[in-house]
């Protein structure tokens, strides 16, 4: 009698499901299970049972032949058509569980309710096919299982990015509850450690906006009331408790802006009453300031040039008055300097150019008639007279003349007048030297005399026999009478 292993292998999906810990068809397991048993004992009446029935006695004895007896109920091929179709179930069923059991720890049924209800029923008629023998029918079903389960394992990266993301927006859009509940989803949708820590660290900053949102509106309400800065200190707490909260970021932000725009009016402000009180220095500084807060401010752009040429101009102005000053006081040097300075600042100014030439023309003949004037002895010369008195004309030329300037003509021209004028001088000797002055004349041995000569420097030389020549030199002074004693007294 051939032995039936029709129970052991004939095992559909729902029976080989209750061998794994978790169960997708867990609810229907009595069911299945009552099926199974049904099934065990149809399969048992129909393939084991006539095997075990003994001919009856009253059955007629066949005759013995030498022909092999053919057994009515075995079906070599059919029986191995069944196996290989078994085969097949079981190897589409170990694909299906794995994967069930993948999708049952993201919760499919929360996020895929009406495809996984589709997944329970086609494993359900595949069962069914199954214990019915319409094997093909059943692999059908059981591929057409398995396809939908690897549809949703595929999916779920994309939904888990979709609640992610839905769950970011609301997040930004201040939507706790949405938030909140995309977020969840997102975490049961986490396919790895990485994604759900992404997704409990959204649900944490969540977590955060609740305590956020009424620190916002606080500062809301010192921002509209104008007390900037503390609704900046309000918006910058509740920042605090999610740095990358959106509307947090923005709060601060408006905030800054607002705190911003006051210190740029105070400044603009400040800037325009310096300016109309012509304290151009101070202007500038107000507007620079605005600038800094706000650098691409036209207004304040406009201002400070509009500052700072009031400035130059303030600056031009007050060195062409000290310039005039110092030439009005015969001071050449301040007034060229004065002068050099507003050309630097301008110099297309012609007034300060004119200035500085007049200037510097003037301060060489005051350095003319001054060194002359320091040193008369030049006017010994025939020359230098003369060019002291081409220099008188030429100071007689400049109109005004001012009283420096006219003390110096005057002085000069006394000067050359001096210059040509002699003055007595006494010399004294022994009576034994004789006494030559150079380019004046040659004396004999005196003890006193007396010679009219010009301002100057001169050279007397004395001489005698048996002494050593005695050179002398001395100057003579307009109005000066100093005696001059020549005496060789060294003898040879």
Request: with cysteine; aromatic share 6%; proline share 4%.
């Amino acid at each position: 009698m051939k032995k039936n292993n029709s129970t052991a292998n004939n095992q559909p999906f729902s029976a080989l499901q209750k061998k794994h810990s978790t169960s997708i068809w867990s609810k229907k397991s009595v069911q299945v299970s009552s099926l199974l048993l049904t099934l065990s004992i149809l399969a048992t009446v129909v393939f084991v049972l006539p095997n075990w029935v003994q001919t009856p006695a009253t059955a007629p004895t066949q005759k013995t032949t030498n022909k092999p007896t053919t057994p009515t109920q075995e079906s070599p091929w059919q029986d191995a058509q069944q196996a290989k179709f078994r085969r097949q179930a079981q190897d589409i069923i170990a694909k299906i569980l794995p994967l069930q059991e993948a999708l049952e720890k993201t919760n499919v049924a929360d996020w895929a309710k009406a495809t996984y209800e589709q997944v329970l029923q086609q494993a359900e008629n595949a069962d069914g096919f199954y214990k019915a023998r319409e094997y093909t029918k059943a692999i059908e079903q059981y591929q057409a299982t398995l396809a939908t389960l690897t549809n949703l394992k595929q999916q779920q990266p994309e939904l888990y990015q979709q609640q992610l993301t839905l769950g970011q927006k609301a997040l930004d859009n201040a939507d706790a509850n949405t938030a909140n509940t995309a977020l969840a989803l997102a975490a049961k949708l986490a396919s790895n450690a990485s994604e759900q820590q992404q997704a409990q660290a959204l649900q944490q900053r969540v977590k955060a906006l609740i305590e956020i949102l009424p620190l916002i509106k606080q500062g809301d309400r010192l921002h509209k009331q104008g007390q900037w800065q503390q609704a900046l200190d309000v918006y910058q707490q509740a920042l605090r408790l999610d740095t990358q909260s959106t509307q947090a970021q923005q709060a601060v932000q408006q905030a800054k802006a607002a705190i911003a725009d006051a210190r740029f009016s105070e400044s603009m402000s400040k800037g325009y009453e310096a300016l109309d009180k012509q304290q151009f220095k101070t202007a500038q500084q107000h507007f620079r300031q605005a600038l800094a807060i706000q650098p691409k401010a036209d207004d304040a752009t406009t201002a400070l040039k509009q500052a700072n040429i009031r400035a130059k101009q303030q600056k031009i102005d007050a060195l062409l008055q000290a310039a005039k000053q110092y030439s009005q006081q015969e001071q050449w040097q301040e007034a060229i300097k004065q002068y050099q300075q507003a050309v630097t600042a301008d110099k297309t100014l012609v007034s300060a150019k004119v200035g500085l030439i007049t200037a510097k023309a003037r301060n060489q003949l005051d350095n003319e008639l001054t060194q002359i004037l320091n040193n008369p002895d030049y006017l010994q010369d025939n020359g230098e007279r003369q060019q002291a008195q081409a220099l008188v004309s030429k100071a007689r030329q400049v109109a005004p003349p001012n009283k420096k300037l006219k003390s110096q003509i005057s002085q000069l021209q006394v000067a050359i007048i001096k210059a040509r004028t002699p003055t007595s001088i006494t010399f004294l000797s022994d009576g034994l030297t004789n006494i030559h002055i150079y380019k004046v004349q040659k004396l004999s041995p005196f003890k006193t005399t007396t010679l009219e000569l010009l301002p100057g420097r001169y050279v007397a030389v004395g001489s005698r026999d048996g002494f050593r020549d005695v050179r002398q030199e001395f100057s003579v002074s307009i109005g000066a009478n100093q005696p001059i004693t020549i005496i060789c007294t060294e003898t040879i």
